[in-house]
């Protein structure tokens, strides 16, 4: 069974950066992080929990979500097995609680989530 754990959520100021981290464990025998497909998601209270950000195994692929084009960027360390995502010119409607999520063989593996807030 994956574990995913989220760090490095906290109070920002408009404009500010964060970088959040997900360090991975507990991978299917026989495979490594790096057979993960790997996203960010975010969830705000009563919405549903929407992709920020993915990249693909080798990290050679990503995908982003149109609201955060250009402000945030994604990344993967397969010898660390972490990934990441960097927030820069962060806005108040980027405050939410952020999800790592792991995908090997159609199954999603989640983390606990860690918040993000952008206030003054």
């Known amino acids: 069974q994956v574990q995913l754990v989220e760090s490095g959520g906290g109070l920002v100021q408009p404009g500010g950066s964060l970088r959040l981290s997900c360090a991975a464990s507990g991978f299917a025998s026989g495979f490594t992080f790096s057979n993960y497909g790997m996203s960010w998601y975010r969830q705000v209270p009563g919405k549903e929990r929407a992709l920020v950000a993915a990249i693909t195994t080798l990290g050679s692929t990503t995908t982003y979500a149109d609201s955060v084009k250009g402000r945030f960027t994604i990344s993967r360390d397969n010898n660390k097995n972490t990934v990441y995502l960097q927030m820069n010119s962060l806005k108040p409607e980027d405050t939410a609680i952020y999800y790592c999520?792991?995908?090997?063989?159609?199954?999603?593996?989640w983390g606990q989530g860690t918040q993000v807030t952008v206030s003054s």
């Open positions: 999520k792991a995908t090997f063989a159609r199954v999603d593996y």
